[in-house]
């Protein structure tokens, strides 16, 4: 099959590899019918790349291929999501709600390709009634990853009504964190941001406000805002230290910082400055399989729309560009099309 590769510094190719099997009978295999390239993609792809030419991508949504004898509940033909996290919905961490942390963890290896497995098909996909129309596969990509997580960081940071939210991060799972944020009754929702695309895509999604200054200009500003408050929940959605310190520094006393952002080398977190304050700090991998019914309800019902974080389509042949456009912040966030 063809698929993404990286091969080293920015070096990202359609290459030929081998099509994924069914190794165990809990496993299936996926035609992928839409892919995207996530922001925690950018990471990688700034760096060196090791092994060289391994696939990349873990959002994707698609129609079954081919299922292992032990999976009962989707057949070749099934239009599924697909959560980036692959559970087995079985296990104690299932049960609990952290199918992130499933005592089978896997994860979508392919999805920027033609194909990709599913390492626990029952416990992680979600079928649709058949195939749906062209327009909503945005929305039902945004299902697989960028939408949880965003949902994550609002649940995490206890978002609820007639709450000041503040996100740090315009990103994809930023922009999808002001739409949960203001779906659980958010009244004022502050989104950080310089980029005037994504500032529209948040007030669509429901920010009321938007603070382009950062550091020390962007704290006050928050705090002039809030009318010297601080928020009542604050969401990170980017992993640098720049930002866990500007969300713990904008959270009132006794509010929660929920971070779905992957923590990069130099985040530091002095737990004095968390403990005077009590300002609480929960996140992590998003548990998608666990938020993903309700979310797909919100979709189907017309309720939320995440789609519309894609700005940029692209075809397989032409990735490289799609990885180019986000790393050069000209993309919000690109779908793929194999």
Not at 220 to 245: F, K, P, S, W
Not at 257 to 282: D, H, K, T, W, Y
Request: net charge negative.
């Amino acid at each position: 099959m063809r698929a993404t590769t990286l091969h080293g510094i920015r070096d990202i190719r359609v290459s030929e590899v081998p099509d994924p099997t069914i190794d165990k009978p809990v496993e299936a295999i996926v035609k992928v019918t839409a892919g995207c390239i996530c922001g925690s993609d950018l990471w990688p792809y700034r760096q060196d790349a090791d092994p060289k030419g391994h696939t990349i991508g873990h959002e994707a949504v698609g129609v079954i291929e081919e299922v292992g004898a032990d999976v009962r509940n989707f057949s070749p033909g099934d239009f599924v999501i697909i959560p980036f996290c692959h559970c087995d919905n079985t296990c104690p961490h299932c049960l609990a709600g952290v199918n992130s942390a499933c005592d089978n963890l896997g994860f979508t290896l392919s999805g920027q390709g033609e194909l990709t497995k599913v390492f626990q098909a029952d416990g992680s996909l979600v079928k649709t009634d058949g195939m749906p129309d062209a327009a909503m596969i945005p929305s039902l990509l945004a299902l697989s990853d960028v939408m949880p997580t965003g949902w994550h960081a609002a649940t995490c940071a206890r978002v609820g009504p007639g709450h000041t939210v503040v996100v740090v991060g315009d990103g994809a799972v930023g922009l999808c964190g002001v739409l949960a944020a203001s779906r659980m009754g958010a009244e004022r929702v502050i989104v950080m941001s310089r980029h005037e695309a994504r500032q529209r895509i948040a007030r669509d999604f429901g920010a009321t406000d938007v603070v382009a200054e950062r550091d020390d200009e962007g704290v006050a500003r928050i705090i002039e805002l809030t009318d010297g408050v601080g928020a009542d929940a604050v969401l990170e959605c980017v992993g640098t230290n720049q930002a866990m310190q500007t969300a713990i520094r904008v959270a009132r006393p006794g509010a929660t910082v929920g971070f779905v952002g992957v923590p990069q080398e130099g985040m530091e977190i002095a737990p004095r400055s968390l403990f005077a304050r009590n300002v609480g700090l929960f996140g992590g991998i998003a548990p998608v399989r666990t938020y993903l019914p309700d979310l797909l309800g919100m979709v189907l019902d017309g309720s939320i729309d995440p789609g519309k974080v894609f700005d940029l389509t692209v075809p397989l042949d032409e990735v490289a560009e799609g990885y180019r456009a986000m790393d050069e912040r000209r993309a919000t966030k690109v779908l793929v099309q194999p």
